[in-house]
Nanobody
Framework: QVQLVESGGGLVQDGGSLRPSCAVS????????IGWYRQAPGKQRALAAA???????NYADSVKGRFTISRDNAKNTVYLQMNSLTPEDTAVYYC????????????WGQGTQVTVSS
């Protein structure tokens, strides 16, 4: 069992920055990666950024160069630094955990709302 709790969303102006956090607990030894998904109004949930147990990172093209995913292993926390935000980034952002033996993200947090005003 893995538990994920997101925090740090909110309202930000066009061009601003935000850094949501994902606190991870439970059977953390079994986690192969942590991803940040987002779901904009009327759209499917999509992976924005991910970091695996070895520290490698990948990003969706839409956020590459603006978002940085990082982790603090001592705090069991993953962060998503979001810079140069635009209204197209408005979405509910979800933290998700991938078991080390699977390609799918199985465990999900409750989500945190990010709204970028124009």
């Amino acid at each position: 069992q893995v538990q994920l709790v997101e925090s740090g969303g909110g309202l930000v102006q066009d061009g601003g920055s935000l850094r949501p956090s994902c606190a991870v607990s439970g059977s953390t030894f079994s986690i192969g990666g942590i991803g940040w998904y987002r779901q904009a109004p009327g759209k499917q949930r999509a992976l924005a950024a991910a970091i695996n147990s070895g520290g490698s990172r990948n990003y969706a093209d839409s956020v590459k160069g603006r978002f940085t995913i990082s982790r603090d292993n001592a705090k069991n926390t993953v962060y998503l630094q979001m810079n140069s935000l635009t209204p197209e980034d408005t979405a509910v952002y979800y933290c998700a955990a991938r078991p080390s033996w699977k390609n799918d993200y199985v465990y999900w947090g409750q989500g945190t709302q990010v709204t970028v005003s124009s």
